[in-house]
């Protein structure tokens, strides 16, 4: 079982950043690939950015590539999501979640996190 916890969203205007954290418990969390996912209001769920469980590789919706950095701490069981030059279209609901690539896929898998919320306003 693998918990996991985001914090760090809230509102921001248009041009800010945020730091989202997705903090894990549970076993292995070094041994997981981890995907940031985000759903605004009336859409479907996206994949955001992705990062494989070395940290040695990652990737990026073309929507937010030269903005959004994923990066992971395996020692404090973390991975974060750093967001630059917020737009009104990132507010969305964003969500950590296990999973594993295909190629240069990444497909969630069992162990998401309950949400952060982040307003971008104009």
């Known amino acids: 079982q693998v918990q996991l916890v985001e914090s760090g969203g809230g509102l921001v205007q248009a041009g800010g950043s945020l730091r989202l954290s997705c903090a894990a418990s549970g076993r292995a969390f070094s041994s997981y690939s981890m995907g940031w996912f985000r759903q605004a209001p009336g859409k479907e769920r996206e994949s955001v950015a992705s990062?494989?469980?070395?940290?040695?590789?990652?990737y990026y919706a073309d929507s937010v590539k030269g903005r959004f950095t994923i990066s992971r701490d395996n020692a404090k069981n973390t991975v974060y999501l750093q967001m630059n030059s917020l737009k009104p279209e990132d507010t969305a609901v964003y969500y950590c979640?296990?999973?594993?690539?295909?190629?240069?896929?990444?497909?969630?898998?069992?162990?998401w996190g309950q949400g952060t919320q982040v307003t971008v306003s104009s």
């Open positions: 990062i494989t469980w070395r940290g040695d590789r990652t």
């Open positions: 979640a296990t999973g594993t690539y295909y190629g240069d896929k990444f497909s969630p898998g069992d162990y």
